[in-house]
């Protein structure tokens, strides 16, 4: 299994940002994945997440109404479009994926359960 992201950089605030995760060498419709961030000094956090097979989503509620997941499963892309981004959205953004059969709910509460990590993409909001 290997997932491969593309995207990030640096971005004004108010501005947007798309990063794609492109999983090989599994069954989209046997994992659950989702995007996790984690800022300097601080904890990682899910923020949108996919239940098993893309049957639920789950957005942390700092990015709802600003961040959309868009996946497509034949492809076993996942990407995270991100809008209106603030500076507090400064971060290293990775994807991971878990063999296993759960809720996004799940997914985005539990980092450490996640199987296999995208190499991460650094995401600067700033002037």
């Known amino acids: 299994v290997q997932l491969v992201q593309s995207g990030g950089g640096l971005v004004q605030p108010g501005g947007s940002l798309r990063l794609s995760c492109v999983g090989s060498?599994?069954?989209?419709?046997?994992?659950?994945m989702g995007w996790f961030r984690q800022a300097p000094g601080k904890a990682r956090e899910g923020i949108a997440c996919?239940?098993?097979?893309?049957?639920?989503?789950d957005y942390r509620d700092s990015v709802k109404g600003r961040f959309t997941l868009d996946y497509d499963r034949y492809t076993s892309t996942v990407d995270l479009q991100m809008d209106n981004l603030e500076h507090e959205d400064t971060a290293t953004y990775s994807c991971?994926?878990?063999?296993?059969?759960?809720?996004?709910?799940?997914?985005?509460?539990?980092?450490?359960?996640?199987?296999?990590w995208g190499e991460g993409s650094p995401v600067t909001v700033g002037s």
């Open positions: 060498g599994f069954n989209f419709d046997d994992y659950a």
């Open positions: 991971a994926a878990i063999k296993a059969i759960v809720s996004s709910w799940f997914i985005c509460r539990n980092a450490s359960a996640m199987h296999f």
């Open positions: 996919l239940g098993t097979g893309g049957t639920t989503a």
